[in-house]
């Protein structure tokens, strides 16, 4: 467990870190180096500070100095890309940061992470499916994609509405590959 009165090291490239209530991700790496491990960091130092110390006593943190932390910490990876997100769902705390220098690897993680981490007992591709589903910004699907999901379901051109709607009913929906 950390020592809240030493200062920390910043987070790794990449952390998954659920605290009270939630359970810890293992590890992971990106195949373009882009990477995730389990920390949680005691305290957060400020700009200017030499990694690992802290110029700020814990009464001095306040949500503007940890998100000034980690925005500088996050800009000082190799990576082009990079999020740390914070969830609080039915009194838990989720927390996942992640740096890459593949933008689509980055948007995956972060909204795979989400689903995962608010989606409880429903399946992530589900989970994803229903907050897309919900957004009030409708996502606009290129036709190749939706082309190839309906061959892999088996539809064609001669088959009918009905046809693509109880393709999609056996399958339990659309999956795009």
Do not use: C, K
């Amino acid at each position: 467990m950390d020592d809240p009165s030493r200062p920390s090291q910043p987070p790794a490239a990449g952390t998954d870190d659920r605290l009270p209530g939630g359970s810890t991700g293992g590890d992971e790496s990106g195949a373009d180096g882009g990477a995730t491990a389990s920390e949680r960091p005691a305290s957060h130092a400020r700009r200017g500070a030499p990694r690992g110390e802290s110029t700020a006593s814990p009464s001095d943190l306040d949500a503007g100095a940890v998100g000034e932390w980690l925005a500088a910490s996050l800009a000082d990876t190799e990576f082009a890309y990079g999020f740390d997100a914070t969830l609080l769902l039915d009194g838990r705390t989720a927390r996942h940061r992640m740096a890459s220098d593949d933008v689509g690897e980055t948007f995956e993680t972060l909204v795979t992470w989400f689903a995962d981490a608010a989606g409880g007992d429903t399946p992530t591709e589900d989970a994803i499916g229903i907050l897309l589903a919900g957004m009030d910004t409708s996502p606009r699907l290129p036709p190749n994609a939706v082309r190839s999901a309906l061959a892999e379901l088996g539809v064609s051109r001669d088959d009918s509405v009905e046809d693509v709607l109880a393709a999609l009913e056996e399958a339990g929906g659309l999956r795009l590959e």
